[in-house]
């Protein structure tokens, strides 16, 4: 059973910091890029930063610089170091592994997301 399971959300006043972890099971992880998306309310889901199989990293331009993306393939982990949190940044944020796959349909796998409020 495939399981991505998100933790780390919560309160932060603005400037603060929060790392945010996925926990993957019931599929190679190593086999699938991770990201991190976050929606907030009345917006539709964006993507926020990935990491590749292969470490490379990309980044919401909105994030690139305060947000940091990491995997731990031992341990089966994605996660995000968010430093510098703005009011915008509040929202729901989501883990994602996605596999691309030649001539198939790309897997996609979801959590069920961490809520960050970001708030005086």
């Known amino acids: 059973q495939v399981q991505l399971v998100e933790s780390g959300g919560g309160l932060v006043q603005p400037g603060g910091s929060l790392r945010l972890s996925c926990a993957a099971s019931?599929?190679?992880?190593?086999?699938?890029?991770m990201s991190w998306y976050r929606q907030a309310p009345g917006k539709e889901r964006e993507l926020v930063a990935t990491?590749?199989?292969?470490?490379?990293?990309n980044y919401k331009d909105a994030v690139e610089g305060r947000f940091a993306i990491s995997r731990d393939n031992e341990k089966n982990m994605v996660y995000l170091q968010m430093n510098s949190l703005k009011t915008k940044d509040a929202a729901v944020y989501f883990c994602?592994?996605?596999?691309?796959?030649?001539?198939?349909?790309?897997?996609?796998?979801w959590g069920q997301g961490t809520q960050i409020t970001v708030s005086a």
């Open positions: 990491i590749t199989t292969g470490d490379l990293t």
């Open positions: 994602n592994a996605n596999q691309i796959r030649a001539y198939r349909p790309p897997i996609d796998y």
């Open positions: 019931g599929f190679t992880f190593s086999l699938f890029s």
